[in-house]
């Protein structure tokens, strides 16, 4: 890695770790007195700028309706329109007070209530109640609203049972059928649950209490997810799926939507009615859906946006030496997924001899570039307070020697082996280098496959494989969201691994409240994935990269790429791009 | 000519149907589904969504509602962009394509039929030379090298042209302006020549003229209030151009050598008379028969330059929504692309009629 990227990227990675303690309460009603103004950057130079901020967000939103996101592109387009009961902090991703004024948090990590602030008001001028909470909640937990992300709310109390006993009314019902009755969950022996049993509950206009299910410590994080933020109840009801058109859509956000041009641009103005709109400085926010990264990367460079999100990975060297380019972690982890069902992957040596003999750093200076961080865990960097986990290393002699050990000395025996790779360059490249890596330090051969995104989704949910490709987004910056997933048959787990330990240890997370103990739990569940049984082979985490002008004041790098617009302002004339 | 064209229009929605059919078939067999991504949603997600969309029912009635909503105009949901249906999202990407297909259309005629007539008429003279190899160049360079070459000259390097941006703006006032020369001139004439020599024949060549005059102002209009339309329609219009410029030179060269042109030499006409009134005619039938489906083809936008200006059209829609299985807009799409085909291959087929007096509809 080149020195000046490694330094920026440990720059960055300290940066929220700096920042994050101590400047900000968590929770109590010391929150009502927060000083928003050390949000913002100081000086009065942008006074002097048209304050019209043009950005790409690299693709057209699926949607904006936010029960219905799954994507950054969307989550970005969310924290302008709408408001969850908390914020994050732009760049320790903090929880901050949102649509809720303040909280407390009681009965052992497990009950939550907000109180909303009084001036909190929808951009038609309605107010917004716990009651909007309830009912949009309500809304995205109910199966034919069609939400992908429902799991969202599972940490709450019933939200689960709620979810799986209603199960979606089929679009075209026949005639005379019987409205539909939920199949009862097979592992569930309880009556029927109605709303009434998930754990939300209105007390008054301006105060909901959550109940969760266990003390779930990234619970405000969530709170802050797009999948959480409210709709405004009227809108929906009265046009249906099409109430986000620029013509109809209420939000609660900073921002207002103007102007929606799909695949070219979608236009907002501030927010008048939102609770803090004179500290709003943009006039105008315009973001195109340039899905083209090196068209985007042209844009930039002609002038035409002030922020790019991505850099094409043929550009990466044009780029690293352009004065606006920027490179920070991203919450996300590259690896491997081992078939544990299949000869020779059963067998944990050859496992551990197949992940040994990869030079992860050699791969991350060589093909990838941008400096994306070796990884040894599966835990993306950045969460705040949790250890890189230091596993397995780079060792070759060993790894053939663990290879002889499982009887296939100098890969003598050795089944036919095959990497599944979805068809890109970048997977490309990175899969050839590991071939070659084993072919030179174990003296195995090893066959690439590669296949079209849905064939590679296909077989990989099939386990029709014996390495695949695999990356993970983390959804909110705890362990919880990489770790989960290998609990015994869980839906993204793909590799036959199972383990009664591991399975108690991340259920065990669950239930501790204190957070010091709960990463440590985390770490040791972590350890058992990445370096002791090894279903997946780690490879590298994750970075942003891209390029914003330093006009752009407010801005800041996180590892979850989600940027509040509100603290953003423009001082200095629209670049040149020399 | 009139039963022709009634026979031709009974036979295309069957045409569509055969289509439309076949693709569904092939879209459905394709490996994954519209709800599968590599974070996988649990199984009571993926049903719900199926129940949502209709996809829980058996395939043939699935295929027997999509051809029930097809008839009464609906062309179901995306299950991609959740926002709008898939009508919204033909309706608002027909208009962008079109504005770009109709510029490079009438460039590459502009463009093509000057330079293909020229060639011919001053056969293997300098300007013959030149322009025959701007036209390979043309055709053999595929726009996804000429799209970023002329990015990187005109946008990145001299910064004249901005790279994205898609706008409609347009001004009457040239458009005006020329309706207003021409009338004039046509009135002067009619007053030169008086009553009764006004000929029906010289009207209708000079209402050609007005409308060929009229579409090219129209067009660099266009350009000229727009300019981030410049370099996407002369990106899409090159290949055309050189394709059009070579069918004529080839078509007109073919023809002066033919009897009837060299009776009107004989008769002694102006060479521009014989060229542009008869020559003309019979050497424009190898572009007519290409012009069909390559408008069809523009009209329906290019993956390619859609994707190098990020014009808001439907070109894209077709490959993505392929890839992300977003089954009704693609068949959409198939349904929209095959329409305009079969429509501009009729038209083509009339235009014959007219343009070649050999040919008749029976």
């Known amino acids: 890695m080149r020195p000046i990227v490694t330094a920026l990227l440990l720059a960055a990675l300290a940066a929220p770790l700096l920042a994050g303690s101590g400047d900000f309460p968590t929770e109590g009603e010391d929150l009502k007195q927060i000083d928003w103004t050390k949000l913002y950057p100081s000086g009065d130079g942008w006074k002097k700028t048209e304050q019209v901020f043009v950005w790409n967000n690299e693709a057209e939103p699926e949607t904006l309706d936010p029960a219905l996101m799954t994507g ?8 302008c329109l709408f408001e969850g009961l908390t914020t994050h902090h732009p760049a320790t991703l903090q929880p901050l007070p949102g649509a809720a004024e303040w909280w407390e948090i009681g009965g052992g990590g497990l009950v939550y209530t907000f109180h909303l602030r009084k001036d909190g008001k929808w951009s038609n001028g309605d107010p917004v109640t716990a009651e909007d909470f309830r009912w949009s909640w309500q809304r995205a937990l109910t199966p034919s609203t069609g939400s ?30 019987e409205p539909a009755v939920a199949a009862k969950p097979a592992y569930d022996d309880g009556p029927r649950p109605s709303w009434k049993d998930v754990g939300v509950e209105v007390v008054d206009p301006l105060t909901l209490r959550v109940t969760l299910r266990a003390p779930t410590a990234y619970f405000l994080e969530l709170a802050a997810f797009e999948t959480l933020m409210p709709v405004h109840r009227a809108t929906v009801e009265k046009h249906g799926d099409k109430w986000t058109s620029a013509r109809t859509l209420v939000g609660n956000g900073p921002f207002a939507l103007d102007v929606w041009k799909p695949r070219d641009r979608i236009e907002m103005v501030p927010n008048p009615s939102w609770w803090n709109r004179k500290m709003i400085r943009l006039a105008r926010v315009v973001v195109r859906a340039i899905d083209d990264q090196n068209t985007s990367l042209s844009e930039y460079l002609s002038g035409g946006v002030d922020w790019i999100r991505s850099i094409p990975a043929r550009r990466i060297d044009e780029a690293q030496v352009h004065p606006d380019y920027y490179v920070s972690p991203y919450l996300g982890s590259y690896f491997f997924r081992f078939n544990i069902t299949r000869k020779p992957f059963d067998d944990v040596r050859v496992r551990k001899a197949f992940t040994m003999a990869i030079d992860k750093k050699d791969i991350c200076e060589r093909v990838l570039k941008a400096g994306q961080i070796p990884a040894s865990g599966v835990v993306a960097l950045g969460i705040h307070g949790y250890p890189e986990l230091k596993g397995l290393t780079y060792e070759p002699v060993k790894a053939r020697a663990l290879l002889a050990e499982a009887g296939f000395p100098e890969g003598k025996g050795l089944p036919e082996v095959e990497v599944l790779y979805n068809t890109q360059e970048s997977h490309k490249a990175v899969c050839e280098s590991m071939v070659d890596m084993w072919k030179t330090n174990l003296g195995v051969k090893v066959q690439l496959k590669n296949c079209e995104w849905q064939v590679y989704l296909k077989d990989t949910h099939e386990m029709q ?21 290998w609990v015994t048959d869980r839906g993204n787990n793909n590799t036959g691994w199972s383990s009664k330990k591991y399975d108690a240890l991340i259920e065990q997370a669950a239930m501790e409240p204190d957070h010091a103990k709960r990463f440590a739990i985390f770490q040791e569940a972590e350890r058992m994935v990445c370096v002791e049984d090894l279903p997946i082979l780690p490879l590298y985490y994750y970075v942003n990269q891209g390029m914003l002008r330093p006009r752009v004041k407010g801005w800041f790098e996180n590892v979850r790429d989600l940027h509040p617009l509100q603290y953003v302002c423009l001082d200095g004339p629209p670049g040149s791009g020399k | 000519m009139g039963r022709y064209v009634l026979r031709r229009l009974v036979w295309m929605p069957l045409v569509l149907l055969i289509l439309v059919t076949v693709s569904f078939i092939l879209i459905r067999i394709a490996p994954g589904g519209p709800f599968s991504s590599e974070r996988q949603a649990s199984p009571e997600v993926i049903a719900n969504l199926n129940a949502k969309y209709g996809l829980d029912a058996h395939p043939v009635v699935q295929y027997g509602r999509y051809i029930g909503g097809l008839v009464q105009g609906d062309l179901g949901p995306s299950f991609k962009f959740k926002d709008r249906d898939v009508n919204q999202i033909l309706a608002t990407g027909i208009g962008p394509t079109a504005v770009l297909g109709g510029l490079a259309t009438i460039l590459a005629l502009a463009i093509g039929l000057t330079a293909g007539t020229i060639g011919a008429v001053r056969q293997n003279s300098v300007f013959d030379y030149a322009s025959m190899s701007v036209a390979t160049f043309g055709m053999s360079v595929p726009n996804f090298v ?21 706008s409609t703006d347009f001004s009457w006032l040239p458009f005006l302006a020329i309706v207003g020369l021409f009338a004039a001139w046509r009135v002067a004439e009619w007053v030169k020549l008086g009553p009764g020599r006004i000929r029906m024949g010289r009207e209708i060549g000079a209402a050609w003229l007005a409308a060929l005059l009229l579409a090219t102002t129209a067009a660099l209009t266009l350009l000229v209030k727009n300019p981030s339309l410049i370099l996407p329609s002369v990106t899409l219009a090159l290949p055309f151009a050189s394709r059009i410029a070579r069918l004529m030179r080839a078509g007109m060269l073919e023809v002066v050598n033919q009897d009837y042109v060299r009776t009107a030499r004989a008769k002694g006409l102006a060479e521009t008379t014989v060229v542009l009134r008869h020559a003309l005619k019979g050497g424009i039938l190898p572009v007519v028969s290409y012009l069909g489906p390559a408008v069809a083809g523009v009209l329906t936008g290019s993956l390619v330059v859609e994707k190098i200006f990020n014009i808001p059209g439907i070109g894209r829609e077709f490959v993505e929504a392929a890839l992300s299985r977003d089954y009704f807009l693609v068949l959409g799409v198939v349904v929209l692309d095959g329409a305009l085909l079969v429509g501009f291959n009729l038209i083509v087929d009339v235009a014959y009629g007219f343009l070649d007096p050999r040919i008749r509809f029976d």
């Open chain 1, 72 to 79: 950054t592109t969307e989550h970005n387009l969310a924290l």
């Open chain 1, 148 to 177: 992908k992300y429902a799991e969202m709310f599972f940490p709450i109390k019933g939200a689960q049972r709620f979810f799986e006993w209603h199960p979606a009314e089929p679009a075209f019902p026949a005639r005379g059928d």
């Open chain 1, 465 to 485: 494989y014996q390495v695949a490709r695999a990356g993970w987004i983390g959804d909110y910056a705890d362990p919880n969201t990489f770790l989960d997933m």
């Open chain 2, 146 to 166: 000429t799209g970023p070459l002329l990015v990187l000259a005109f946008s990145l390097t001299w910064k004249w042209l901005p790279v994205t941006g898609f």
